[in-house]
């Protein structure tokens, strides 16, 4: 990798890094346009349709959607056989459904609407960031590939990312574009495991068959059982129910309930403990009569990390220096790097601005630092592909 005072040494690179103030109007509007069209996860296609027709605008070569909907696109480096392509990806999809209200509203440099920092911005920065390189006539050495991909969201399991991943293999770096976590890093990928849990009665009458088991009444004694469990601060453990269903009526005896768990931790060691506790929990309801408890696996987001010393980390620290960021984090998280990271390759995640309340219907971005958070990625991806 060229360092990164290297790169921006480079006069075009410092022509770029100073426009990017001028062009944050320009790139929160190409947000809102992305933003404006629904995206659920498992229903990108409309999003990754226009998508696909920006990156033809761009110029970009190879322009492609795989099945999945993930959008491709190629940024060709002046010597790519002999340098290692760069991966980079935004999320396309959203947690919101299809018939959210995505009406936008703007205060100054903040931005609110359903999806506008998670990730919206972020897939924003991907056309920012190509629209720059082409402005100022900037050819990297290296291919640089631009992916908006599907499935980070919710149950989409980061297949995705999968694909990516499995396209272009160990021989690239990976660099994930989050719309919000600017000045923070995450080189560590958490653990996540996701389960289905149902519980099913006889079911009745309330009032005839008073006293029989109720699947709903069996699933909150569940829940509270699980809220019981103990779990470090370090490593961060944690777990949610976050999604509970069943009953027919409210007097009906409920013959069928289910729940939805998310389990994560920081250390795979220590998730794989939480993971055999919640099933001791329900060999236990198991085992009672008149009483089926199944518990299927949904999801499996895979731990991993780069180790903070390692060139890609140390250069991205060093692109947020450059920019003017002095107040660092570094984060472990559940993002698309997880995939890359957890199979050993080389990958970080970053973050463009400011954002808060994700997956809430008040998200809000604030575009105070997109200058900056535009200006790291332009470096860190031409220290990673060249120049």
């Known amino acids: ?48 349709a226009y998508l696909a027709q920006r990156f033809s605008k761009l110029g970009l070569q190879d322009v492609s959607q795989d099945e999945l909907h993930n959008v491709y696109g190629r940024f060709p480096g002046s010597q790519p056989h002999s340098h290692t392509p760069v991966i980079i990806s935004a999320h396309s999809d959203t947690v919101f459904p299809a018939d959210t209200d995505l009406t936008i509203r703007e205060e100054g440099s903040v931005t609110h609407g359903p999806g506008i920092g998670d990730n919206s911005t972020g897939v924003a920065g991907l056309i920012g960031l190509v629209e720059s390189l082409k402005l100022h006539g900037i050819r990297p050495l290296a291919n640089i590939w631009l992916v908006a991909n599907v499935g980070e969201e919710g149950l ?18 990976y660099l994930v574009v989050e719309g919000g976590l600017f000045g923070q890093i995450s080189h560590q990928a958490i653990g996540v495991r996701r389960y289905e849990i149902t519980f099913r009665t ?44 069943g009953g027919t009526s409210i007097n009906s005896i409920a013959q069928s309930a289910k729940l939805l768990l998310d389990l994560r931790s920081e250390a795979p060691e220590r998730l794989a403990i939480l993971v055999a506790e919640v099933e001791k929990l329900v060999a236990h309801w198991q085992a009672q009569p008149e009483l089926q408890v199944e518990m299927i696996q949904i999801g499996n987001r895979p731990a991993g990390q780069l180790p903070r010393n390692a060139p890609l980390v140390r250069q991205a620290v060093a692109a947020l220096r450059q920019v003017g960021c002095d107040k660092i984090s570094f984060i472990a998280s559940s993002t698309d790097a997880n995939v890359p990271l957890s199979l050993g390759y080389t990958a970080v995640c970053i973050g463009l601005t400011e954002s808060g309340n994700a997956h809430r219907l008040d998200e809000y971005m604030d575009s105070t630092h997109l200058p ?15 120049i």
């Open 156 to 173: 989409g399991d980061l297949r995705g990312m999968r694909a990516v991943v499995e396209r272009f293999g160990g021989n690239a770096i």
């Open 372 to 386: 900056a958070g535009m200006g790291q990625l332009l470096l860190l991806a031409l220290s990673a592909a060249g």
């Open 202 to 245: 006889a079911g009745g009458h309330s009032w005839g068959n008073f006293g029989q088991r109720s699947a709903i009444h069996e699933l909150g004694k569940f829940i509270a059982a699980i809220d019981k469990l103990k779990v470090p601060t370090s490593p961060k453990t944690t777990y949610n129910v976050g999604v509970i269903e």
């Open 1 to 48: 990798m060229i360092p990164i005072d290297t790169v921006a040494q480079n006069g075009r690179v410092q022509a770029a890094l100073a426009q990017f103030p001028e062009r944050v109007a320009e790139i929160v509007s190409q947000a809102i346009a992305i933003q404006q069209i629904p995206a659920p996860t498992f229903a990108e296609a409309e999003r990754a």
